[in-house]
């Protein structure tokens, strides 16, 4: 499953290279077929501050919650840790890769 450059058209990015291209506030990566810079769209920045909001209002609440301070430090760091796998992941097969805004040589 490759996905389509903005550029060219060619389908050259594999699932990783998209998920590590990044979002519009990042350089984005070159297309290995036309060599010009693409990243991911409005819908991985969407995706990532509902995923993070919802990761901060869940570690603020088993913080104040917490009986046991051992057990709650490991699932805040496990919710910190999903969090960041299932941005990546998102990024690896939804949405469509566009222009970087931020462009720098």
């Known amino acids: 499953m490759k996905?389509?450059?903005p550029h060219c058209g060619e389908k050259s990015f594999?699932?990783?290279q998209k998920a590590l291209a990044g979002s519009?506030?990042?350089?984005?990566k070159p297309c290995p077929a036309c060599g010009r810079k693409c990243c991911n769209g409005m819908a991985s920045i969407y995706f990532s501050t509902v995923v993070s909001l919802v990761m901060?209002?869940?570690?603020?609440?088993?913080?104040?919650?917490?009986?046991?301070?051992?057990?709650?430090?490991?699932?805040?760091?496990?919710i910190i840790l999903v969090r960041f796998i299932?941005?990546?992941v998102f990024d690896m097969f939804v949405g469509k890769l566009t222009e970087p805004i931020r462009i720098m040589e």
Not at 24 to 28: A, D, E, I
Not at 66 to 76: F, N, P, W
């Open 56 to 78: 901060l209002v869940a570690c603020i609440a088993i913080y104040l919650t917490a009986q046991e301070h051992v057990y709650s430090t490991i699932l805040i760091i496990v």
């Open 86 to 88: 299932a941005v990546f």
């Open 3 to 5: 996905h389509a450059c």
């Open 24 to 28: 519009l506030r990042s350089t984005g």
């Open 14 to 16: 594999s699932p990783i």
